[in-house]
């Protein structure tokens, strides 16, 4: 599991939550699976473990993950990734707007176009 803060792209509590519900949908956090406990992804992302604790709560109260007292935290059981072949495709233009020289915010740009567009 990887997470990466930007400068400037919301709070860092929103971004870890943005980045994780990502991870879930994406079904790389895949039901069941135990999320990193609050003080070691804090600590692995030099924050305070309020702001991740902010971050999972905000996952439980949308129904992704549960958390227990001395269990810890996993996606809910019950939480439907999205399409394969949606991330493939997610993948792909990733890959394609790197390769192209684009950063993250140009890709966002060009997708919410297409998005708006093409709909």
């Known amino acids: 599991m990887k997470i990466a803060l930007s400068p400037g792209a ?5 971004q870890v939550h943005s ?8 079904g790389w956090l895949q039901p069941g699976r135990r999320l ?16 991740v604790a ?3 709560k905000r996952l439980e ?3 992704l ?5 001395g269990a810890g935290t996993h996606v ?12 493939r495709a997610a993948r792909s233009f990733a890959v394609t707007a790197r390769r192209a020289g684009l950063g993250y ?7 919410k176009a297409v998005w708006i567009n093409d709909g």
């Open 61 to 63: 109260q949308e129904g």
């Open 54 to 56: 902010r971050a999972y």
């Open 65 to 69: 993950v549960v958390s227990r007292a």
């Open 19 to 26: 980045q994780l519900r990502g991870l879930i949908a994406a």
């Open 36 to 51: 990193p406990p609050v003080r070691q992804l804090a600590a692995d992302l030099g924050l305070a473990a309020g702001t």
């Open 76 to 87: 809910c059981a019950d939480v439907a990734p999205i399409p394969r072949d949606v991330v």
């Open 105 to 111: 915010e140009d890709a966002e740009r060009i997708l």
């Open 10 to 14: 919301g709070s860092a509590s929103e």
